[in-house]
C-alpha cells in the first residue's frame, strides 16, 4: 500500500536557522510526484516545491528545497534561513500512476523561535 | 488571478439541513476534488472529478454528494448533515489527474470552508 510519512510531529527552530522536515514514502510505482505544502494558521493549503521521480536534480524554490533521496525513498524538505513567517503544518503528499488520489503525510507543525 | 473560491468561507447549521459547498476554478483545469482536514487525521479526500460529468469516491465519501456539470465548478452536497461532518472543507484543482503527466498534477487549493454542524 502507498503511504506518506511524515516522523516529526512538531519542531521548534531558532530564526535564521535551517530546517529539514523529513518526509518517507512508500510505492512500488515507477513514475510518482512527491509535494511540499505549508497551512498556516490562517488555514490556507499553498503548494511549496514538486520532486518527479524521473527528475535528477532536487528541485528548488526560493529558500525551499527538496532533499530527494530516491533509493531510500525520502524527500525531505529543507527551509534556508527561517523566518517566523515560516511557523506552519508542513504536508509531503505523493500521486502516482496507479492512483488517482494525492497520498498525504500527517504532517510537521514547524514553529520558529525569534 | 488563477484561483479556486469555495462559499460560504464558514458555515453553522443545524443537523439534517441540506447545504452545498460551492467550488469554481478559473484555471481551466480538468481534476478538481474536495477534503476534509480533522486534527490529528490529516487530508481525506471525499470525492473528485476527473472531468465534466465524470466522478468517484475518495476514502470518506459517505453522507456527501458532488456533481460536475461544467468545468469550472464543482459543488459539494451534504443532503442531511450530521455533527460527525464538522470539519474543515478544501476544494482543490490540478491540470492533470494525479500521478498524470509530471508536474501536471500540482493541486491548487481553495481558501477552506469551516463547517458547523449542531
Known amino acids: 500500500a502507498q503511504k506518506i510519512t511524515q516522523t516529526q510531529p512538531g519542531m521548534f527552530v531558532q530564526e535564521k536557522e535551517a530546517v529539514t522536515l523529513d518526509c518517507t514514502y512508500d510505492t512500488s510505482d515507477q513514475s510518482y510526484g512527491l509535494f511540499w505544502y505549508k497551512q498556516p494558521s490562517s488555514g490556507e493549503m499553498i503548494f511549496l516545491i514538486y520532486?518527479?521521480?524521473?527528475d535528477e536534480q532536487n528541485a528548488t524554490e526560493g529558500r525551499y528545497s527538496l532533499n530527494f533521496q530516491k533509493a531510500r525513498k525520502s524527500a525531505n524538505l529543507v527551509i534556508s534561513a527561517s523566518q517566523l513567517g515560516d511557523s506552519a503544518m508542513y504536508f509531503c503528499a505523493m500521486s502516482s500512476d496507479s492512483n488517482y488520489q494525492l497520498i498525504w503525510g500527517a504532517g510537521t507543525k514547524l514553529i520558529i523561535k525569534p | 488571478e488563477a484561483q479556486v473560491t469555495q462559499n460560504p468561507r464558514y458555515l453553522i447549521t443545524v443537523t439534517g439541513k441540506k447545504l452545498t459547498v460551492t467550488c469554481s476554478q478559473n484555471?481551466?483545469?480538468?481534476?478538481m476534488s474536495w477534503y476534509r482536514q480533522d486534527p490529528g487525521l490529516g487530508l481525506r479526500q471525499i470525492y473528485y472529478s476527473m472531468n465534466v460529468e465524470v466522478t468517484d469516491k475518495g476514502d470518506v465519501p459517505e453522507g456527501y454528494k458532488v456533481s460536475r456539470k461544467e468545468k469550472r465548478n464543482f459543488p459539494l452536497i451534504l443532503e442531511s448533515p450530521s455533527p460527525n461532518q464538522t470539519s474543515l472543507y478544501f476544494c482543490?484543482?490540478?491540470?492533470?489527474?494525479?500521478?498524470?503527466?509530471?508536474?501536471?498534477?500540482?493541486?491548487?487549493f481553495g481558501p477552506g470552508t469551516r463547517l458547523t454542524v449542531l
Open positions: 484555471m481551466n483545469h480538468e481534476y
Open positions: 520532486q518527479g521521480s524521473y
Open positions: 482543490a484543482s490540478s491540470l492533470g489527474l494525479a500521478g498524470a503527466l509530471v508536474g501536471t498534477d500540482t493541486q491548487y
